[in-house]
């Protein structure tokens, strides 16, 4: 989907289909949200619609996806080395995105929680392993593979930070991101 030889228009249309449900998220709660909304609110029919996403769960994802990639363009991690720098800078950047991102959800919206966790989790991985491929890490210890150590290290990064978001606020995001990658690093 994200491929860079896609036909403008179709980039164009999948780009003011992915804006209409940011905004209709401003509005109200996702699962009030139809995809007649979506294709309304984009200025296209469903056929359209249908066309780019198979439902709604489809263009979250995307959207989902699309956020985080832009919260870590803004910092400027996409192209960075494994190294505690760079996953402190991380972790605050996802510890704040998360906040804000709890403080917009609606409470009834609480069932996209897993759909949440599962895309956030993979697009972090795949960015911690773009940074091992661009400059891999020491030697692991003995008998862990670069995958189980990028798996372990984007759970702990995500999972403090969500858990700060959703409340449990002893720290600053920059403390507690100091002590993540303190911690992380230590393992390596």
């Known amino acids: 989907m994200r491929d ?14 992915v804006h209409a449900l940011g905004e209709l998220l401003t509005e109200k709660r996702f699962s009030a949200i139809t995809v007649q909304d979506i294709a309304e609110r984009a200025e296209v029919n469903r056929v359209t619609f249908y066309g780019h996403f198979p439902d709604k769960y489809a263009i979250l994802e995307y959207w989902l996806r699309e956020q985080f990639q832009q919260q ?20 605050v950047t996802l510890t704040k995105w998360f906040a804000q991102l709890h403080r917009q959800a609606k409470p009834e919206d609480r069932q996209l929680l897993p759909l949440l966790f599962t895309t956030m989790q993979q697009e972090l991985s795949l960015l911690l392993m773009e940074w091992v491929r661009h400059n891999p890490v020491g030697e692991l210890p003995r008998h862990m593979t670069q995958e189980t150590g990028v798996m372990v290290v984007s759970w702990a990064i995500f999972g403090t930070s969500l858990q700060w978001a959703h409340g449990a606020r002893l720290l600053s995001p920059e403390e507690l991101a100091k002590q993540v990658s303190a911690l992380l690093m230590a393992s390596f």
Not at 4 to 17: S, Y
Not at 72 to 91: E, M, P, V, W, Y
């Open 4 to 17: 860079g030889k896609e036909d403008p228009r179709v980039k164009r249309t999948r780009k003011v289909l």
């Open 72 to 91: 870590i363009a803004g910092t400027g991690l996409t192209t960075c080395s494994l190294n505690a720098d760079n996953l402190q800078a991380l972790s």
